[in-house]
């Protein structure tokens, strides 16, 4: 039974989902109650390791046995839609991974459906959270960089393991497009820093994994509300994320200062003239 202030929470999707089930598990405010995955194996393998918790084949087996507050919805991209709005009627808060959802249309029908339910509706753009990432956003704010007019976010990253381990992502019917998918995470800091997108123009190239549907190499140029021109590059064959991960670069340019990586160059940090 969980006390006051304890949040019920359950997460649907143990692949990706391994990452929420260990922040639910050692979160002091949470008790981690539910975990559903169709395959039956994975799902015995985290009970094991989470007795606390009851396994589920279905979303719907899963919240009609319990009380949940907060739902994380971990499952390939296009069962995001149905199974958020399932958790949202039965009255939880929901966290989607990215992407949000594959159409416009669905993405409609859950932040429709969290209307109507009142319930929060989130997705994790966990990147927002880097202590880099908020050190940026901190020197934006305090006004240290002076008038953003150009952002550039560069995300490199190599998907073959992904691609075999993960088949799907590379199927006709459900492809996961560098923009759509990885590359949301850039999109998504790039309007944190920058502010939303008032216009976009973009390109790519299929070159580098031929059985792919769509491109694996993408660029997209956005003019921000400010009229601060931000750019993404979003690949899906870069050498430099094969070893040790994917490699996200940040490049901001202000009329006072720029940061490069995590390197600020400001006027003013060092004594100089303002």
């Known amino acids: 039974?969980?006390?006051?202030?304890?949040?019920?929470a359950g997460v649907v999707g143990l692949g990706i989902g391994r990452h929420h089930v260990g922040a639910y598990a050692a979160h002091p405010r949470?008790?981690?109650?539910?975990?559903?995955?169709?395959?039956?194996?994975?799902?015995?393998?985290?009970?094991?390791q989470q007795p606390g918790a009851r396994g589920y084949a279905t979303v719907e087996a899963m919240l009609a046995a319990e009380r949940l507050d907060l739902v994380s919805i971990c499952t390939p991209d296009w069962m995001?839609?149905?199974?958020?709005?399932?958790?949202?009627?039965?009255?939880a808060h929901v966290i989607c991974t990215?992407?949000?959802?594959?159409?416009?249309a669905d993405a409609r029908r859950l932040i429709a459906a969290a209307?109507?339910?009142?319930?929060?509706?989130?997705?994790?753009?966990?990147?927002?959270?880097?202590?880099?990432?908020?050190?940026?956003?901190?020197?934006?704010d305090d006004g240290l960089l002076g008038q953003i007019f150009y952002i550039e976010v560069d995300y490199f990253d190599h998907?073959?393991?992904?691609?075999?381990?993960?088949?799907?992502?590379k199927s006709a019917d459900y492809p996961r497009p560098p923009l759509l998918g990885t590359g949301s995470h850039a999109v998504d800091l790039l309007r944190w820093f920058g502010g939303e997108v008032r216009e976009a123009w973009g390109g790519g190239n299929h070159l580098a994994y031929p059985e792919f549907p769509d491109d694996d190499c993408v660029l997209g140029v956005f003019r921000l509300a400010n009229d601060?021109?931000?750019?993404v590059l979003q690949t899906y064959a870069s050498i430099r994320g094969a070893s040790d991960g994917p490699e996200l670069r940040i490049t901001i340019h202000g009329t006072r200062g720029s940061i490069e990586g995590?390197?600020?160059?400001?006027?003013?940090l060092h004594g100089d003239a303002p």
């Open 98 to 104: 990215k992407p949000f959802t594959t159409t416009i």
């Open 115 to 140: 209307d109507e339910a009142g319930r929060y509706l989130l997705v994790a753009h966990e990147r927002r959270l880097h202590p880099l990432h908020l050190a940026i956003k901190r020197a934006i």
């Open 80 to 91: 995001h839609a149905d199974m958020g709005i399932a958790a949202l009627r039965a009255g």
């Open 159 to 169: 998907k073959e393991n992904q691609f075999n381990r993960t088949p799907w992502y």
């Open 228 to 231: 601060a021109i931000g750019r």
């Open 262 to 268: 995590d390197r600020i160059i400001a006027r003013g």
């Open 1 to 8: 039974m969980a006390g006051a202030g304890i949040v019920r």
């Open 30 to 48: 949470v008790e981690l109650v539910a975990l559903c995955d169709g395959d039956a194996a994975r799902l015995g393998g985290f009970l094991d």
